[in-house]
């Protein structure tokens, strides 16, 4: 499946904007914030996709990365939500495929190579 295809089925289930002055919230495990709308959407989108399809469950990671990277800056600006229709598209395919060389991910190089 071609990146702007994945991109095109997944976007569909994320909200059109999602609070982010809820954040404030440090995050014990990274260096960042929890923001519980941000998590509270992708726990959604990842039930709706499921986790069958390991192309959609790396394209919903990918969105949640880059969706976190707009609300920490929304937030560090005083705005109360970001839209994810909005999130620059080069960004996300730029990240999707760095994800698609990290461990967790590299099988699909493999299994797929040139498919994406």
């Not at 998590?39 to 192309?55: C, F, L, Q, Y």
Request: charged content about 25%; proline content about 5%.
């Amino acid at each position: 499946m071609k990146f702007n295809d994945l991109y095109n089925s997944v976007i569909e289930f994320w909200p059109r904007d999602i609070v982010v002055n809820d954040n404030g919230v440090p995050s014990p495990e990274a260096d960042g914030h929890y923001f519980p709308s941000l998590s509270n959407a992708r726990k959604t989108v990842e039930d709706i996709t499921g986790d069958d399809d390991p192309w959609l469950s790396l394209m919903v990671w990918t969105m949640f990365q880059e969706f976190h990277k707009e609300a920490m800056k929304a937030a560090r600006s005083g705005l109360d939500c970001i839209s994810p229709g909005n999130v620059s598209l080069e960004a996300l395919e730029t990240r999707f495929f760095d994800n698609l060389h990290e461990q967790e991910w590299q099988h699909l190089l493999i299994d797929d190579e040139g498919d994406a």
